[in-house]
């Protein structure tokens, strides 16, 4: 794991060592952090590393979206508020009703590339939510989280303008094939988010996205150029009466850079075209 320094203030994790990438930001007497990871003894390491460096507790998790990527790491934080969307949580519910089952959470840690990655792992839910907008404030910074959908339908960004700093989650895989074929994944919502976190660039140094490395807005605007052209494409033969496998044929041939699975690239195609054609 490599913890790396933001900039003043803001560190995070991008080596892929927590899967999710999780950041942190060091507010004038407390420190918040995003994303809890799918690493849990890497996670407490995180904590600890920077509570010790800058002699300031944790007050709060926020959670950007409900995948396991993201929020397996949560009992690091059960003594602080944690908090996400309303969409997110009510995701977490039914995930915690059909999905994490006692043997699924064990096929899980089984399949994790480190095998102490999630031992002893216990869900922990979200303790506070919000509809579309929370604002946290600390003496002069604040730190401003929107749900925009697109990646889940409670996908939200957590920003702070003093710092500069913003915190995409999974609407941004830079330099790769996004997955976006969960079953509330919305293309056009997410071409909503892009807009939104370009028009924000006047007071944004740093994206961090929920995979990958840490940019500036070229990745940004390279994917809301794709994603521009594949729902084009779609809504266009949809209109002319293709069929679906003709749309599809044609959506794959557009250039991208490669998924990290192999069959995210048709799944998510497949969704997308689901949502536009419906
Ligand atoms: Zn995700």
Redesign the pocket.
Known sequence: MSIERVRENVYAITDGSTR?NVCAYVLPTQIVFVDSGMHIPLMKKFREYIEKETGKKASTLFI????G??VFGNQIFEDCEIITSESTNKAMVEALENNWTPENLEEWKKNAEDSTALEGLKIVMPTKTFAEEYELTDGEVKVIVRRTGG??EG?SYVYCPQYKVLFA??NLFNHSFP?GG?PTANPLKWIRALQEYLYLSINIEHYIP?HGSISGTEPLEEFLEYLNKVITLMKDMIAEGKTEEEILKQADEIEYYPPRREEWKDLTLKKWYDVLSN
Do not use: A, L, V
Request: net charge negative; hydrophobic share 5%.
């Open positions: 999710g950007t979206h409900e995948h990527d993201h990646h889940t996908s989650g999974d997955w969960t929920g």
